[in-house]
């Protein structure tokens, strides 16, 4: 119980890959096992807000998806911003795409647009 | 002037659709269409996507060669260097169609190359793009007009080019669109827009350097700055506030220098700044040896006042005289007004 192993089961394979992880949080309590789990975790946990019809969302995917391979350490949440409401308020994701990078809980950076190398840094 | 070099001037693409199948269930329109098919047609007009934005209103791509936005039932590209912009006219049509909007009214419009000779046909003549931009609209489109709006006196000449058809003679755009055209950019301030020597960083964090080094983040405050800075030097941003877009793009090299800035705002927010304040923050960061300034009224009333406070303001602050202002009515898109000027002499 709170192991990240629970929600990996979810990763649909068209965003999953060797190295990298991307967990598409479908509901409110799939949000809340992750985001507990990586608090008490060292690992670097990316949320990425997007939405069904954000245009700059999928001009930035690919990128995101090279992105993830490269930093098998991090976990990404996709977060649908329609989807979960609340957590997008939480977060203040009013401008898409937004990645949210948090650590123990905290937010630590944010980078906002489909920015591929703001995001590598 | 240079023999030859990037041409910063762009043509301008304004296509609106009727919102009759916009509904509370479906508000999105046009920013139904797949982001791979809207690439497809950029691809075709010779221009890629750098970087985007969206908010609950609308999309924002910055491109290789200027900007794109998708709102419900609109879309406005604008594109410099010697893109083929008319080309997307008809798969746009297309794609809108995919999602259940039909087009409502088409403006194309541009000021005047400073390399005439160096843009491919149909863009030598304005005669050819009318033609072609009429070739590519739906026959039924009754209000039609091109107009070509020449001050007498300005040396180079710097014409304001127009057309626009649409099938109601009512405008249904609430926004005013301002255009500013401004070259022989001050020297040094166009520095702000070349990239630093043994700049570790990447296109956007020197993006993000030459927004706040040359004041453009103070245009307007509220806005998020989408921004890129290309390389050896150039740079292009838009700003999303709400609804209200606004786009910058900057050609820094002496000799052919050039910066565009554009706006939708309504003239009587005062939440989002006078007009007059923002054209002058805008054009302060340039402090160009010329500027022209294109006001589209469209479904807003032509305001005489708000003209005079533009000019007032602009020779208050920067020392920039009005020579010439033409104004002109487009039925279906609504009243141009087209001022030039330059600095008064010391």
């Known amino acids: ?121 | 002037m240079a023999v030859s070099g990037f041409e910063g001037f762009e043509k301008r693409l304004e296509l609106r659709f009727f919102n009759d199948s916009i509904t509370n269930n479906n508000p999105m329109g046009l920013r139904l269409i797949d982001f791979e098919s809207l690439d497809q047609v950029l691809n075709e007009v010779q221009c890629t996507v750098v970087s985007a934005v969206a908010n609950h209103s609308f999309d924002a791509y910055v491109l290789s060669e200027s900007s794109l936005f998708v709102y419900p039932t609109k879309i406005i590209i604008k594109t410099c260097g010697t893109t083929q912009l008319l080309k997307s006219i008809r798969p746009l049509i297309h794609l809108a169609r995919n999602v259940n909007l039909t087009l409502r009214a088409c403006r194309y419009s541009r000021g005047s190359f400073i390399f005439p000779n160096s843009q491919p046909f149909p863009y030598t003549s304005f005669e050819d793009e009318v033609v072609i931009v009429e070739e590519s609209l739906p026959k039924s489109f009754r209000y039609r007009k091109a107009s070509v709006m020449t001050p007498s006196n300005s040396n180079p000449s710097r014409a304001w080019h127009v057309f626009t058809a649409s099938a109601d003679v009512e405008p249904d755009e609430t926004l005013v669109v301002v255009e500013v055209c401004m070259t022989e950019l001050d020297r040094v301030n166009a520095r702000s827009f070349f990239r630093r020597k043994g700049d570790e960083g990447n296109s956007d964090s020197a993006g993000k350097e030459m927004t706040r080094l040359s004041g453009i983040d103070m245009i307007n405050a509220n806005a998020f700055i989408c921004d890129f800075a290309f390389d050896p030097c150039g740079y292009s941003m838009n700003g999303v506030d709400g609804d209200r877009y606004s786009t910058i793009h900057v050609t820094p090299e002496d000799g052919f220098s050039y910066a565009s800035f554009e706006c939708g705002l309504s003239l009587y927010d005062g939440g989002h700044g006078d007009i007059a304040e923002v054209l002058a923050r805008a054009i302060d960061v340039f402090r160009p040896g010329c500027a022209s300034i294109a006001t589209t009224y469209n479904g807003e009333d032509y305001d005489h006042e708000v003209t005079k406070r533009v000019e007032r303001v602009l020779a208050k602050k920067l020392g920039l005289k009005c020579r010439s202002r033409l104004m002109d009515e487009f039925p279906g898109s609504g009243t141009v007004v087209y001022q030039s000027f330059t600095p008064r002499r010391k």
């Not at chain 1, 995917?61 to 991090?74: D, L, N, Q, W």
């Open chain 1, 1 to 121: 119980m709170g192991s990240n192993v629970s929600s990996v089961h979810d990763v649909p394979s068209s965003v999953e890959n060797k190295n990298g992880l991307v967990v598409e949080i479908e509901s409110r309590r799939q949000w809340r096992s992750v985001f507990d789990s990586m608090k008490v975790s060292n690992k670097l946990l990316v949320i990425d807000f997007t939405a069904a019809w954000c245009g700059p969302c999928k001009a930035m995917e690919p990128r995101v998806k090279e992105i993830v391979s490269r930093y098998p350490e991090a976990v990404f949440a996709r977060v649908d911003v329609d989807k979960l409401m609340d957590v997008a308020g939480t977060y203040r994701a009013n401008t898409l795409p937004a990645f949210v990078f948090m650590k123990r809980g905290e937010e630590i950076d944010r980078v906002v647009g489909a920015k591929p190398d703001e995001l590598q840094n």
